[in-house]
Each structure stands twice: as structure tokens, then as C-alpha cells.
């Protein structure tokens, strides 16, 4: 009986495995989309505990951000431990298990189909955990990401999904992960397929789209449904101020254009660099610029939402958005395993409510509200920095419950954008520190749209093996079984494909005695030269593989055993031409 269950379940899981393969296998995706969503928010639900926890035991005044009532010394020492500790804990894992983040992820993606590793997850959580407790300059939300599509990666490894699931999965994750982390999944999916994916397609989005539903739920019962931001209801007072907001995506844009080369330039200081050197370089760097302004500690959510509500001073504005900026950068750039994109949203902040008060000092009455330069720069800082504007804009939206930021913030955006990338050649941030490895992310259509499709999905699965030898009643035999291809054994990976009608050609033209032995390489038939390839590939990589063997065809197997595969048809560029052409349709 048990082995009877055990077989009906490998049999469904077959079955399931053939049908994601297609690319637009929408009710399963959406299954897989909702189990992502629920073990991502899991996941990001006690990274929460865990680091919140741990600061509200740590901190003098109980909050989880309350480092400003601690003594100079320890704002001082605090990061450099949490430095030391950090590099002690990476420099016991491999080299290989030291790369996390957003950057991680989408290395991953480009180069091994969303195949993310367990060891990195892990670090990921660990390390991003003691950086952000310890004060470093960092968010919460680029580990989210990492581990958010780790849930995802791991959970369709573990049912060995073809890949091109593999990849909307990792989609899934990076959604529940952005939704779970700031309570907005509209945010979430649009983050997912602007910055990380770079691509928007029906059957991607269906899946992400419950993934992010799922973790906001789950977020809900663990944190409750509150704005992730509380603040006060404004808007602009006339027209006119939209000249003044496109002034703010200008002067906003310069600096996400300098933020993004001060990363730049700490990753290539750090490069070469032994890792506890590094580290311990930005734990000092980020301890001296707590000593005049303890704001920069931690993610900095209490900072912001005082700049919001406009508590801090013009003194303290520029002193926290200088040495926030330089924390953060040096910080990230020289390999601590946290996030930049909270500390964006602070850093842009306090520019856009330096340019409020600025533009209320020079045209007093005509500015209806500094609160709305505070929210625009955030939302302006966070678009030009990642080259998403509708992540942006989506993501204000929801932490702010304030839909008169819309329009304003769609002019200021898309300024800030074009300044950053068209002024000063600064695409995504992820893009150039990607860049900076070495690497680069291919989104053009021809690969997104092999990658949304599986090997098993576009093979021709009437395909016969045979030995090379076979009598002629061997050969008839085959040939019942109405193969289109036959795949001729060999002792190597490296296979023939013969047309099966070639055979039943040569045997109907003259009369053969059954125990005639025919030689399938010797006959005149239409042969191609065939490698093998995975059953779970993409035919991305099946189009990859072809034009760097030059081989004629691939046969599709699944190794179940070391020494034993199974083969499941023959894809040769014919097939995935056709494949391509009626996912265009």
C-alpha cells in the first residue's frame, strides 16, 4: 500500500514537473505562487523577530532603533564588533557562500536559471541580522529579497521543477519577501518584475501576484494592517509648485547619481581586499559617523519618520543625510551582507525635506507643505537609485496611504531617472555593482522569452533509443511504436538522431531475413549529431548549448541515478523556433 502511494506521488509529481515546463501553466504557478508567498513571509516574519527582538533586549530605551541613548563609546565600538563578528562567521564558509543580496539573486538568475543555495540563505539571514543589530548603515529589505527567493528557489529544487518555474518562483519570493517586509504587495510585484526580473508577462505575474497576497496576510497576522509610515495628509497647493517638484527630481537625481558612485567606488576599493580588512574598515567608518549623529544607526525608521513629520532641525538634516550616505555606501560597497534600499528611502527623505524647507526660507507661502519635498525625495531617491519608477511610486503609495503624492511623484520620479541615467550614465544600481563583478543581466526579449519556456515543453517526445545494431525484426518492433526520431546508443554523452522513416524506407525497399543485422550508422538516413540536455532546462540553455556545440539536435533526459537517465524526446532549433513563435501568439 505504501509503496503503491509512494509511486501515485512520484507519477504526480512527474506530471506536474511536464506541465510547468509550459509557459503558461497559470493554475499551478499559482498553487507554487501561494506556498512561495506563505514560506517567504514565514521566512521574513522571524528575521523580524529575531532582529527586532534582539534590539529591543540590547538598546537602553527598549525600541528596537533606540541607539541614540547610547554613550558615544559604544555607538563607536558597536559596529566594529559587529564588523569582526560578521567577518568571523563569513570567513568559516566557503568563498562561494560568501555572496549574498539583491545582486546575489540576480547573478543567480543571469547565470544558473534562479538556482539559489541553501549556505547563502543562511549566511544571508546571520550576517544581515548582526549587521543591522550591531548599527551598521543598512536595511532589512535586500536580505529579504535574498531570502525571499531562496523560500522559492529551494522549495521548487527540493520538488525538482524545471527551470523556467524555477525562475517565476524566485519571482514569488522576491515579491512576498518586499510585501512582507513594508506591508505593500502591490509594491512587492511591481519591484519583483521591474527591478529584479525586468520583465511583464501574464502568466509571471498571476503567480507573483498571489505570492505577494499571501505574505501581506501572513504579515498581517503577525504585525497587524497599519501603514508601514503615519503621516499627515497633504498635497500640493497649486499647480504652479510642479515647477518647484521637477526642480526637487533634478537635484534629487545628482545625488542618487553620487550615491551610486560612492558605492561604486568602495566596491572597488574592496576588491582584492582580505574580508576581515574590509569589514572592519566599514565598522570603523560607520562607528566615527555615529559619534556626531547616532540617527545613522541601524535601518533608521524612527529617523525617517521624524523627517517626515518634519522633528529634525536643518542642522541635523545635513549632518544625517552626509554621514548617512557615507555609512551606507562604504558600508555596502565594502561587502556587509545588508540592504540598501531603506537607507535610500531615508537618505531621500531628508534631501526632499532640505529642499522644502530651502523653498519655503526663499518663497515663503507658496510651498504648501515641506512634509510633500520629504515624501517626493523619497519616492524620486528610490526610482532614480534603481531605475524603477513604478516601484517607486507604488511603493510610496502604500507606505503612505497618500494618493496626492501621484502625480507630483511621477513628475519627480521620471526627472530624477532621466537625470541619474541620461545625465550621468547611472543605470540600476543592482545593473552596475552586478557590473562591477564582472557579469552582466541579459533582459532582452528573445531571452526573456526562452527562459519562460521549458526544454520538456517543446521537445518532440516521439523519440525511440536502439543500439546501433538491431535485426530486422528488432528494427520492425521499434517502429511500431510510431517514433519520428531514433536515438542511437553510444558509449559517450555524444548521441546520433536518425529519422525513424529512413529506417522504414530502407527495410520496405528490398526483402530482409528477420535475423538480418542492420546497422543504424550505416544506412542512408538523415542523421544528427545530439547532446544531452536536462530535463528542467529552459530553452534558453537548449538554445545556449546548440550554438556552442554547433550540434545538430539535443536529447532530453532525467538522471535518476548515477548511472541510469531516462530520455524524453529529441529538441532540435526547429522545435524551439516553433516554441518561441507561439509564445509570441
Not at 559617523?289 to 532641525?313: F, Q, R, V
Not at 562591477?436 to 517526445?461: E, H
Request: neutral net charge.
Amino acid at each position: 500500500m505504501i509503496d503503491a502511494l509512494t509511486q501515485a506521488l512520484h507519477d504526480a509529481l512527474h506530471r506536474l514537473r511536464l506541465h510547468l515546463a509550459a509557459p503558461r501553466a497559470l493554475l499551478a504557478l499559482g498553487v507554487m505562487g501561494v506556498l512561495t508567498g506563505a514560506l517567504a513571509a514565514l521566512v521574513i516574519i522571524a528575521f523580524r523577530f529575531v532582529v527586532e527582538g534582539t534590539q529591543g533586549l540590547l538598546l537602553p530605551g527598549g525600541g528596537a532603533e533606540d541607539y541614540e541613548s547610547l554613550p558615544a563609546v559604544v555607538r563607536l565600538a558597536l559596529p566594529i564588533a559587529g564588523a569582526l563578528l560578521i567577518g568571523l562567521v563569513f570567513q568559516s564558509a566557503a568563498a562561494g557562500a560568501r555572496q549574498v543580496g539583491v545582486v546575489h539573486v540576480m547573478e543567480r538568475l543571469a547565470y544558473f536559471q534562479g538556482r539559489l543555495p541553501f549556505k547563502n540563505a543562511l549566511l544571508q539571514f546571520v550576517g544581515a541580522g548582526l549587521a543591522i543589530i550591531s548599527g551598521h548603515s543598512v536595511g532589512r529589505e535586500g536580505p529579504g529579497v535574498h531570502l525571499g527567493a531562496a523560500a522559492g528557489s529551494l522549495l521548487g529544487q527540493g520538488l525538482e521543477l524545471p527551470n523556467n518555474s524555477l525562475r517565476t518562483l524566485v519571482a514569488c519570493g522576491v515579491a512576498a519577501a518586499i510585501a512582507a517586509s513594508f506591508n505593500t504587495p502591490l509594491a512587492g510585484v511591481v519591484f519583483s518584475m521591474e527591478v529584479v526580473m525586468m520583465e511583464y508577462t501574464v502568466a509571471g505575474f498571476a503567480p507573483v501576484i498571489l505570492a505577494a497576497v499571501t505574505a501581506t496576510t501572513l504579515l498581517h497576522l503577525a504585525f497587524g494592517k497599519e501603514h508601514f509610515l503615519s503621516v499627515p495628509t497633504a498635497e500640493l497647493g497649486t499647480t504652479g509648485e510642479l515647477a518647484l517638484v521637477a526642480l526637487l527630481g533634478l537635484l534629487t537625481g545628482v545625488l542618487a547619481a553620487t550615491y551610486i558612485q560612492l558605492l561604486q567606488f568602495f566596491s572597488t576599493q574592496a576588491s582584492g581586499r582580505p574580508l576581515w580588512w574590509r569589514l572592519t574598515l566599514a565598522g570603523t567608518i560607520t562607528g566615527l559617523c555615529a559619534l556626531p549623529a547616532p540617527e545613522i544607526m541601524g535601518i533608521g525608521y524612527d529617523t525617517l519618520s521624524a523627517t517626515l513629520l518634519g522633528h529634525l532641525g536643518v542642522t541635523t538634516l545635513v549632518t544625517v543625510l552626509v554621514l548617512k550616505m557615507l555609512a551606507t555606501t562604504a558600508g555596502i560597497g565594502l561587502g556587509l551582507p545588508g540592504g540598501l534600499i531603506g537607507p535610500t528611502l531615508i537618505i531621500g527623505a531628508m534631501a526632499g525635506a532640505l529642499a522644502g524647507a530651502a523653498l519655503e526660507w526663499a518663497a515663503p507661502g507658496v510651498v504648501a507643505s515641506p512634509a510633500i519635498y520629504a515624501m517626493l525625495g523619497m519616492v524620486a531617491m528610490m526610482g532614480a537609485t534603481l531605475q524603477a519608477p513604478l516601484a517607486a511610486l507604488t511603493a510610496i503609495l502604500e507606505l503612505t496611504g497618500n494618493p496626492n503624492l501621484i502625480m507630483a511623484g511621477m513628475l519627480a520620479v521620471i526627472i530624477a531617472d532621466l537625470t541619474s541615467f541620461r545625465l550621468f550614465g547611472k543605470d540600476s544600481v543592482f545593473l552596475e555593482l552586478l557590473r562591477a563583478r564582472g557579469m552582466d543581466y541579459r533582459a532582452d526579449p528573445l531571452t526573456q522569452s526562452l527562459c519562460r519556456i521549458g526544454a520538456a515543453a517543446a521537445m518532440n517526445p516521439r523519440l525511440a533509443a536502439c543500439p546501433q545494431t538491431l535485426t530486422t525484426a528488432e528494427a520492425r518492433a521499434v517502429l511500431e511504436r510510431q517514433p519520428q526520431w531514433l536515438l542511437v546508443d553510444s558509449e559517450g554523452e555524444e548521441r546520433t538522431a536518425l529519422a525513424a522513416a529512413d529506417l522504414a524506407r530502407w527495410l520496405t525497399q528490398r526483402r530482409h531475413k528477420e535475423h538480418e543485422v542492420v546497422d543504424l550508422l550505416a544506412l542512408p538516413a538523415r542523421r544528427l549529431r545530439a547532446l544531452p540536455i536536462d530535463l528542467r532546462a529552459t530553452l534558453q540553455e537548449a538554445h545556449s548549448l546548440l550554438e556552442q556545440s554547433q550540434a545538430d539536435a539535443l536529447y532530453v533526459r532525467q538522471t535518476t541515478a548515477p548511472l541510469f537517465s531516462r530520455v524524453y524526446g529529441l529538441l532540435t532549433r526547429q522545435d524551439i523556433e516553433s516554441a518561441y513563435r507561439q509564445s509570441l501568439g
